[in-house]
């Protein structure tokens, strides 16, 4: 059995979490196995095995041994599959580069953007400000890249999923409006290209 046999992934379908790793697994034409976990309800004995730290999907399994949190794993995954498309720049310094604003998305803007949305009231103009101006780092970043990896989809856009899909549901669902093409045109831009790239598409919720 090779390496590309070996590998399973326990997921949650609708998690941009879960998903940062099923797109990179297919941008490198990686083939695995899906399991579907249900964490809200009854957690599984295998995801209770392989993360009984956190007990929170993703989990990639390869080789027998499991890896959790997903830009540990898109990692993991860069750094065992070097021949296919590449999802982290050479260049020590750019890489941190990388590191640092996959981390700005997850620490400042996601948990901005979902406070804001779900928050309480009395914290929701507060929250919406700081979302929006996380929002602006990153278009700033950007600037006149097609992806924040440069030619082609990188860490940060991989970071940056729930932007790219899932606040436009977000801010659907709740009501808050955070993120508009007027406000935004360089990232609405970014999201479309990245939504709509085959790989990305086909791991998507509906």
């Known amino acids: 059995m090779n390496q590309e046999e070996q590998v399973k992934l326990m997921g949650l379908w609708g998690s941009p979490f879960s998903k940062r790793v099923e797109m990179v697994l297919k941008l490198k034409g990686i083939p695995y196995e899906y399991i579907e976990e ?19 999907v993703p989990v990639l399994i390869h080789n027998g041994r499991s890896i959790a ?3 540990v794993i898109v990692e993991y995954i860069e750094d065992t599959w070097k021949t296919s498309h590449k999802i982290l720049p050479q260049d020590p310094y750019e890489r941190a580069m990388a590191r640092f604003w996959a981390k700005y998305v997850d620490d400042k803007v996601m948990l901005a953007v979902r406070k804001a949305c779900w928050g309480p009231e009395s914290e ?33 856009d991989i970071a940056a ?7 436009g549901i977000f801010q659907e669902a709740s009501g808050v409006t955070i993120m508009t093409a007027e406000e ?16 990305i598409k086909e791991v998507l919720p509906p």
């Open 124 to 156: 929701r103009e507060k929250e919406v400000k700081e979302a929006y101006e996380g929002l602006k780092c990153l278009e700033k970043e950007l600037g006149d890249k097609l992806f924040f990896g440069g030619d082609t989809i990188g860490f940060v």
């Open 184 to 199: 935004f045109p360089t990232l609405q831009r970014w999201s479309e290209d990245f939504v709509g790239n085959n790989f």
């Open 161 to 167: 999923d729930f932007i790219g899909y899932w606040i």
């Open 38 to 56: 249900d964490v809200y309800g009854n957690k599984s004995p295998m995801l209770l095995k392989y993360n009984p730290i956190h007990k929170k």
């Open 69 to 71: 949190e997903s830009l």
